[in-house]
């Protein structure tokens, strides 16, 4: 538990709780539609380069493993393009939690979900067998140390010439843009309540902003090169809507006031906050982090 705030959050196993469930799994499909209209792409260019270019050199499907894919909708969508490309692709989602994963049943032919701790050494059968190796949102995991730790897995994952794409969204970033005469009090309130205990427990985000950097430094990727999104205005009530679910899941992380009646903040106070939270964003209050930064680098041959 965190002094500062009395909140007992662990990104290690926040994923793993028996609470993730149909609703986690609601937001990441409405965070995924909102990343997709911010990029307006599902492979980044010079991915997407790579992809034309090498058809005629590949002897088998085009390999793409999606590290973390929660429910898989990167790899659908992916399927679909590719698909309608006429590009034949084996698509690998692994995950540590299955519990979002859809019915195998459900899914094309070519998209295998798999559990798998990404975090801990490589299976023998994924080493350098990969054309892309895609991950996203997966930076809570990685603020006690950077992108280190992943990177020397997803290089060995990669065949020579092929790229991983990697998005990030500053998850300890919270932009609350008034609405008239409703300045967003809760709102803000939530957010430094939420810095002050990220803070607390040492995390750190903004190895977001040097993703690029981290990957060059890890060395044996070319090309790395780094784009930075801003949401749309248009976009920002889906975002906002997307944000308070994450809130909403977060007051069971504090204490009950039964339980620590000196606690700053106790679950019972939080959900007054995030009620008056709620109401201020049904007057117009919008919350968004701003921008989404992608790196793309492409394993050296
Ligand atoms: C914020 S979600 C992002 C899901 C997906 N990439 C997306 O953008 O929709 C983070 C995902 O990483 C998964 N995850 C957390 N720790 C992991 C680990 N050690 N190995 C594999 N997946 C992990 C979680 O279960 C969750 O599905």
Same mark, same amino acid.
């Given at each position: 538990m965190d002094q500062s705030t009395g909140m007992d959050y662990d990104p290690a196993t926040y994923w793993t709780?028996? @609470?993730?469930n149909f609703r986690s799994s609601a937001r990441l499909h409405l965070q995924h539609f909102l990343c997709q209209r911010t990029f307006?792409? +599902?492979?980044e260019s010079h991915v997407q380069d790579f992809v034309s270019h090498s058809q005629d050199e590949r002897s088998g499907p085009l390999r793409v493993a999606d590290l973390?894919?929660?429910?898989g909708a990167w790899l659908c969508d992916l399927h679909d393009e590719l698909a309608k490309s006429g590009i034949t692709a084996q698509l690998d989602g692994y995950d540590v939690?299955?519990?979002?994963?859809? @019915?195998p049943a459900f899914l094309p032919p070519s998209i295998r979900l798999k559990e798998l701790d990404i975090l801990k050494p490589l299976p023998e059968? +994924?080493?350098?067998?990969?054309d892309i190796v895609h991950i996203r949102a997966f930076a809570s995991l990685l603020v006690?140390?950077?992108?280190a730790p992943l990177l020397p897995f997803i290089h060995a994952m990669l065949r020579p010439g092929g790229y991983v794409q990697w998005e990030e969204i500053r998850g300890d970033k919270f932009i609350v843009e008034a609405s008239g005469d409703t300045p967003g009090v809760a709102c803000n309130t939530i957010s430094q309540i939420l810095q002050a205990g990220g803070k607390a427990r040492g995390?750190?985000?903004?190895?977001i902003d040097q993703l690029d950097q981290g990957i060059k430094s890890?060395?044996?990727?070319?090309?790395v090169q780094k784009r930075v999104f801003e949401k749309r205005r248009q976009d920002y009530k889906a975002w906002t809507e997307d944000i308070l679910m994450v809130w909403g899941e977060i007051a069971v992380h504090f204490p009950l006031k039964a339980d620590a009646?000196?606690?700053?903040?106790?679950k019972e106070s939080f959900l007054d906050l995030y009620r008056r939270a709620v109401e201020e964003t049904e007057q117009g209050v919008a919350v968004h982090q701003g921008v989404i930064v992608t790196a793309v680098g492409r394993k050296a041959a």
């Open positions: 709780t028996s @609470a993730k307006g792409y +599902l492979l973390g894919c929660g429910n939690n299955a519990a979002s994963f859809p @019915a059968d +994924l080493v350098g067998v990969f006690d140390t950077g992108v995390s750190d985000f903004t190895f890890h060395g044996g990727f070319d090309d009646s000196s606690a700053k903040i106790t």
